[in-house]
């Protein structure tokens, strides 16, 4: 019980707010869910502007058939690994992208009151809250299903596939996140 808690609150922790100055004084980026709606913006690129209504069962059912037998700990694994995808995704982006807006601040001649005000449309637009709408979404299946998963007296194998799934839809919509994210300042950063 103890390390099924431990892996939902990594996987949570991947979305902790981080809308915070560091110590060189610069904005960081805030990879974490609220929720709306909006249009894609012209020019985005494709796999940055998924669908992002609430994901049906189905769409997170897969193709392939469930495993025959599993285990409360293929449960537990499932929610590790995509927790350290997620963890994996921020670790890769979220220098790279607060260097690019550093670059843009430079670039602007932003004071830091500027910056802060002036860079939130690149952390924080309807595209973005449409992405992180999706992600609150799954987060709660996730939660759910886990818990329920982890708690059965026998494991669900087609709710465990089904868990995977959902899995895989979060960090595919986190990763289109950060391809839009970065598409965004890369097009303000050439102009």
Known sequence: ??????????????????????????????????????????????????DAAPVAPDQAAPAEAPPANCTKADFETVVDEAAAALRDLNIKNKPTFQDKLRQLKDKRGWSEDEFLREAAPYVKDTEIDKLDGRTNDLLGRITAMGDEGSAAATPDCTMFQTLRGLMDLLVETQNNKWTYMFWKIDTELAK
Not at 7 to 21: G, S, V
Not at 31 to 39: F, H, M, N, Q, V
């Open 1 to 50: 019980m103890v390390a099924r808690g431990v892996a939902w609150a990594a996987l949570l922790l991947a979305f902790a707010p981080a809308w915070a100055q560091d110590s060189s004084d610069d904005l960081l980026i805030d990879p974490s869910p609220p929720a709306a709606l909006g249009p894609a913006p012209a020019g985005a690129p494709d796999s940055a502007a998924p």
